[in-house]
């Protein structure tokens, strides 16, 4: 049997996981019985726990129940372990849908991070590497990200035309234009990119939210231009949106069927 320590922790620990499945909350006494703690005990831990803001405790009731920081650890879950295994197995679906390149990408700053890729079936395809950087307004997935921000984060990332690298001669190059597709972006619900981060691929992609609501993630699909057009960006448009509620509702994001 494995040996018990850290007894204080145990039994906060105990009290958090009690009130996991309690909406309403409850009274020091009724977590009192619950555990079978000592009251003086259970009122140590709580205020503890409150100070912390691991719980919070009603004024008018006196009811216990989980509180922000106990939610943040949560999503900390979800966004280390869980956002690049949902992420493939979503992605996953949709390069079977399309057969082009997908991919998952997390923002760092001005840059988007590859997290997941999913190779084409075709023999031409897109090189890029899961750990891989690009700058976000340069790319689809990473102005879907960008779009998710609020506007005074946005000014701070880029602040003036000069923060805004290019990679191509297509690349954004003023803040005019970026603040014009994100707007866009947010109204839209979806991003494009054609040859901005690279000469020969053009690119759609979509955010994707937690359950908290929060901009997680941006799903992609990339296409090199010769197998580009109109009637294709539709179809991908599509996939793209579908892709990332998935994984939105994978992540236990509430979305509208």
């Known amino acids: ?21 309690q909406d309403e909350g409850l009274r020091v006494p009724e977590i009192t019985q619950h555990l079978g703690l000592p009251r003086a005990t259970t009122h140590e831990l709580v205020n503890t726990l409150a100070d912390r803001g691991y719980v919070t405790v009603s004024k ?8 922000l920081n106990a939610l943040r650890l949560g999503a900390g879950y979800e966004r280390g372990l869980d956002l690049a295994t949902v992420g493939r197995e979503c992605a996953g679906e949709v390069a079977r849908a399309c057969g082009e390149t997908v991919q998952v990408v997390v923002r760092d700053g001005r840059f988007a991070v590859f997290i997941v890729r999913i190779d084409s079936k075709y023999s031409v395809r897109l090189v890029s590497q899961v750990g891989s950087r690009l700058l976000a307004s340069c790319t689809a997935g990473g102005k879907a990200l960008l779009s998710a921000l609020p506007a005074q984060e946005l000014d701070e990332l880029f602040p003036n035309d000069k923060a805004l690298q290019q990679m191509t001669s297509n690349s954004i190059s003023t803040r005019k234009r970026l603040l014009a597709e994100v707007e866009e972006a947010r109204e839209r619900g979806w991003t494009e990119e054609y040859c901005e981060s690279n000469d020969h691929a053009a690119c759609v992609a979509a955010p994707v939210y937690d359950r908290l609501g929060n901009c997680v993630a941006a799903m992609s699909i990339s296409v090199p231009t010769p197998r580009w057009g109109d009637a294709e960006k539709e179809h991908y448009v599509e996939l793209v949106l579908d892709g990332a509620r998935a994984m939105a509702q994978r992540l236990g994001a509430s979305v509208p069927s």
């Open 1 to 21: 049997m494995a040996r018990l320590t850290a007894p204080a922790l145990r039994r906060g620990l105990d009290i958090l996981e009690l009130l996991v499945d």
């Open 60 to 67: 008018e009731t006196g009811r216990v129940a989980i509180g």
